[in-house]
């Protein structure tokens, strides 16, 4: 069979990448040609796991194809799915559907026979409807069938996840394309994972639905992390003793700087815009906005007060740039929101992320970049932990501690133990603990 895949970024890559694995002749389509060319030269333009060896064991086979020619991959595929970005719209909260509708005029033109288009990008409730209506218009001759199946797949273990879903939802109206989803999806249901076919609406609202209540749980833990610090108590004691409940769970309960990432924060007020718009408000995730918005925006004079009261002058060193550990995403990346008044401010920022390493991002103008944790730290009035890398749980801290001017250190993932940092000389800020300050523990 043969499958399109319209964008060949985090989604795109990792669908097609797997579908080839599963020996359908895959061809990924993407209108940024130096994407294109980067990935016929065998060079993968994201940090995945697993996705490098995958793309290039099928490449090599000759099922996977890259090409910027939508026409030619689109010809005869039995099925052709969206992976394009859908941002928030400028102006208001609503997703930016434009490459979406891009996508699917340019496939209407190019469809010869029966197609299925899916969209796979996240898509607020009734796209798929209109998508229908609006490929109907352009093609009327056209053979073919529209089925909503969102993505669930988490960047830093896409692959995993995509060849391992918890389940695999398909809105569809048609007999014909559950059929063609139930044929591609049969490697990943053989093993287990639940095929659930819906109407369309239900489809795209299970996405948006899943993850308002993931982020909704993410604020939740934020604030009373928040309320720790003022009024005693450890947070990740808390977190556990609410998590061995089995109705709650552990997950989704790790307090951090706010979410970020190419999905919960553009998602939730998608979401929160549907609902105003259909007169049928989501309070609570509007609240999860607003509260996830605060919390960003309230980085800087956290690390402020920490610092005495002000940065200006002060060394600074970031561990960790990317919105959460094993990915290259900085898509809503605290860093975005603490890094810019930090240097604003006059503090001398010094980065290092394990794989975020230029300095393409406007945000980061100014900031300089170490080859390791060590060398951010060296001579540092402070350092900052924002991403939760798993490199940095195993730091030498009294190492690292020893070649700051001053120790201090501001742990916005709670990755240390309160008996680790007692070792060490750091004044230890984190989040929902109390402070820590070597006076206090007798450390040298
Ligand atoms: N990144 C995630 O973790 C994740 C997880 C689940 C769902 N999603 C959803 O999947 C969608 C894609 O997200 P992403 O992170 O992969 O985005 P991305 O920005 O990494 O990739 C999108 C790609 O589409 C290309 N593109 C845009 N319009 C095009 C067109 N008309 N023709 C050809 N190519 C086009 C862009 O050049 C880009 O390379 C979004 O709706 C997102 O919400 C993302």
Not at 91 to 97: E, I, N, Q, T
Not at 214 to 242: S, T, W
Not at 407 to 420: F, G, H, K
Request: hydrophobic fraction near 45%; proline fraction near 5%; aromatic fraction near 8%.
């Amino acid at each position: 069979m043969k499958i399109a895949v319209i964008g060949a970024g985090y989604v795109g890559l990792v669908s097609g990448a797997c579908l080839a694995e599963f020996g359908f002749d895959v061809f990924c389509v993407d209108q940024n040609e130096t994407r294109v060319a980067d990935l016929n030269a065998g060079r993968i333009p994201i940090h995945e796991a697993g996705l490098d060896t995958l793309v290039h064991s099928n490449w090599r086979a000759g099922r996977l194809h890259f090409t910027t020619d939508l026409p030619s991959a689109v010809a005869q595929a039995e099925a052709v799915f969206i992976a394009v970005s859908t941002p928030t719209r400028r102006g208001d909260d609503a997703a930016d559907l434009a490459y979406v509708q891009q996508a699917a005029s340019e496939i209407a033109q190019a469809l010869t026979g029966y197609s299925v288009i899916v969209t796979k990008s996240t898509v607020p409730v009734g796209t798929a409807r209109r998508l229908k209506a609006q490929i109907r218009e352009l093609r009327p001759d056209a053979e073919f069938d529209v089925a909503a199946n969102p993505e669930f797949l988490r960047e830093g273990s896409a692959v995993e996840d995509f060849l391992h879903p918890d389940r695999i939802i398909v809105g569809s109206e048609s007999k014909r394309a559950q059929e063609t989803l139930r044929k591609i999806y049969q490697p990943i249901t053989m093993t287990g994972a639940p095929l659930i076919f819906t109407d369309f609406e239900s489809a795209e609202l299970i996405k948006y639905a899943a993850n308002g209540y993931l982020a909704m749980r993410l604020a939740f833990i934020n604030q009373l992390a928040d309320l720790c610090e003022k009024v005693g108590g450890d947070i990740a004691v808390v977190a556990k003793g609410i998590g061995h409940d089995k109705r709650i769970g552990h997950h989704y309960l790790h307090p951090g700087p706010g979410f970020g990432g190419s999905c919960f924060p553009k998602d939730t007020r998608a979401l929160a815009a549907t609902a105003r718009e259909a007169k049928a408000p989501l309070s609570l995730i509007e609240a999860v906005v607003s509260a996830n918005d605060k919390r960003k925006g309230a980085l800087f004079a956290r690390v402020a007060t920490a610092l005495g009261g002000s940065v200006t002058g002060k060394r600074i060193a970031i561990l960790g740039l990317a919105f959460k550990a094993e990915t290259d995403d900085l898509r809503d990346a605290p860093g975005l929101d603490l890094i810019p008044p930090l240097t604003a401010a006059k503090a001398s920022v010094v980065a290092y992320d394990p794989v975020v390493r230029n300095n393409s991002n406007n945000a980061f103008a100014g900031v300089g970049w170490a080859k390791t944790a060590y060398d951010a730290a060296k001579d540092a009035d402070a350092v900052i932990v924002l991403t939760e890398w798993n490199e940095f749980r195993g730091l030498d801290l009294i190492r690292l501690a020893r070649s700051m001017r001053e120790p201090v250190m501001i742990d916005l993932r709670n990755l240390y133990s309160i008996a680790d940092i007692a070792k060490t000389p750091f004044i230890y800020h984190s989040l929902g603990r109390q402070t820590l300050r070597p006076l206090m523990t007798g450390a040298v």
